[in-house]
């Protein structure tokens, strides 16, 4: 038993779920995609379940293989969040908005409207957009990566001081004094960078939460972590070892340390797969039915991951002690150590690719007690400070979650029972911030 809880943020990351094919399966509205009563029915399993948060990422572009697989996207993650803000309570909403691509002054705008719609429950996720199909659309090549972390402080810090350009006593709405608002507490913020610039004030009061929380997603580069240490209060990974999961955390942790915050106002969060069904053969099975086809397309390529070959006669039948013996995980390739052990534990090349070992995310598959096992063992090792999780399908998969794994998580004390707050700020347990964080001050590649 310990003080510290975990926190929970379950991906949105389309219409159906995690599994490659959920959108055929037979439980399932193909038309989920643009259903908002199915993310509302989806935020409120999750809601049920105590989760912090929802995240949506957001690569605004038709992309991958859509013939087949979805839009793996919302249509548009703030309209939609509007919708699931007026249908829910607690959760919270941390939304991904490009620095590349978004003029500050947009974001600033549209967030903190969530923020203030929702009653403190919005975050965003500045992200440096590096996608050529997103670029596309905005009709700008990808630029070189220093100038997308240039932009992106400028951003961070333009939003930031808008948000906080509203003082928070400045809307006075006394009728009888014929006063809306003390006009001399609306502020220009007037800055001016190499990229961007506004003029403010921002024409929207604050909110329960003050204003919403800053996130940043990705890998553990110099430049992230520039953004992640200043400007984040949660740091969104995509990450497949407990020990490549706590060296991350310490970068994050470290960064925050050296831009003079407590490393503990910035809370690492991985992502994680999940199939629950009574037993690991029921969740294989599952996983097999709905996403066999691109299962059976990956076959070729587990025994190249393991260095040893497998004969397409043989993916349904245990690896060989033979082939176990020679077998090694590539050292270029975090999965393939997972992969190994699974092998091990004698299933089929067709069963332990159906575990999810090469997705993009850890994945837990099977009774409620391995997926608490999993999320304890990472918490308590210093891997995480909570995990975003993405059901295999959403339809049945938030509420499998949130009946078989939340009760055991409570159990062993290491998860809420209640909410803490109302707020997001609140159930991050992070604190209040209004405007520019004033311990960060201005650097060479911020706003001048
Ligand atoms: C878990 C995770 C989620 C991400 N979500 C998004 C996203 O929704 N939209 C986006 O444009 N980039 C997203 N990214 C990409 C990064 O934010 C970043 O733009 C990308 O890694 C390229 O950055 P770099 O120039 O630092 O390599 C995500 C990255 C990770 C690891």
Do not use: C
Request: proline content about 8%.
């Amino acid at each position: 038993m310990t003080d510290k809880q975990l926190i929970l943020g379950m991906g949105l990351i389309d219409g159906y779920g995690g599994l490659h094919g959920a959108w055929r399966a037979p439980h399932v509205d193909p038309g989920a995609y643009a259903d908002v009563d199915a993310t509302v029915r989806h935020a409120r399993a999750a809601e049920r379940g105590k989760f912090t948060f929802l995240f949506t990422p957001d690569f605004p572009a038709v992309r991958g293989d859509v013939e087949h697989s979805t839009i793996s996207n919302l249509m548009d993650p703030l309209i939609q969040l509007s919708a699931v803000a007026r249908e829910t309570t607690n959760i919270g909403f941390v939304a991904t908005g490009s620095t590349t691509f978004q003029e500050p002054f947009n974001t600033a705008r549209q967030f903190k409207a969530l923020d203030v719609l929702s009653h403190g429950r919005a975050g965003w996720n500045a992200v440096t957009t590096s996608d050529p199909a997103v670029a596309a659309n905005y009709g700008r090549p990808v630029a070189d990566r220093d100038e997308r972390y240039r932009r992106a402080h400028e951003a961070i810090r333009i939003v930031q001081a808008l948000w906080g350009s509203w003082q928070q006593d400045a809307w006075v709405k006394d009728q009888e004094a014929n006063r809306f608002i003390d006009p001399s507490k609306l502020r220009p913020i007037n800055l001016k960078g190499r990229y961007l610039a506004s003029r403010g004030p921002l024409a929207i009061p604050p909110s329960e939460q003050g204003q919403p929380v800053v996130f940043t997603a990705g890998g553990p580069s110099p430049h992230l972590l520039s953004i992640a240490g200043r400007y984040a209060s949660g740091f969104i990974a995509e990450v497949w070892t407990i020990e490549e999961a706590r060296a991350q955390r310490e970068l994050v942790r470290n960064a925050a340390r050296e831009a003079g915050r407590d490393p503990d106002e910035i809370k690492y969060i991985p992502g994680i797969i999940t199939t629950v069904a009574p037993t690991v053969r029921d969740g294989l099975d599952r996983r097999l039915k709905h996403a066999g086809d691109v299962i059976e397309a990956r076959l070729p390529h587990l025994g190249a991951m393991l260095g040893i070959r497998i004969r397409p006669d043989r993916y349904d039948e245990p690896l060989t002690p033979e082939q176990l013996a020679s077998a090694h995980a590539s050292p270029r390739d975090p999965r393939s150590s997972n992969t190994l052990a699974v092998a091990r534990q004698g299933w089929s090349p067709r069963d332990v690719l159906a575990h999810g070992v090469i997705d993009f995310h850890p994945t837990v598959v099977g009774p409620g007690q391995l997926h608490a096992d999993h999320l304890q063992e990472w918490f308590e090792a210093g891997a995480a400070d909570g995990f975003w999780v993405t059901p295999d399908i959403y339809e049945d998969g938030v509420d499998a979650f949130v009946d078989e794994v939340v009760p055991i998580l409570q159990r062993r004390g290491i998860y809420p029972t209640e909410y803490p707050g109302t707020t997001l700020r609140a159930n991050l347990g992070v604190p209040h911030q209004y405007g520019l964080d004033p311990r960060i001050t201005e650097t060479a590649s911020a706003v001048g």
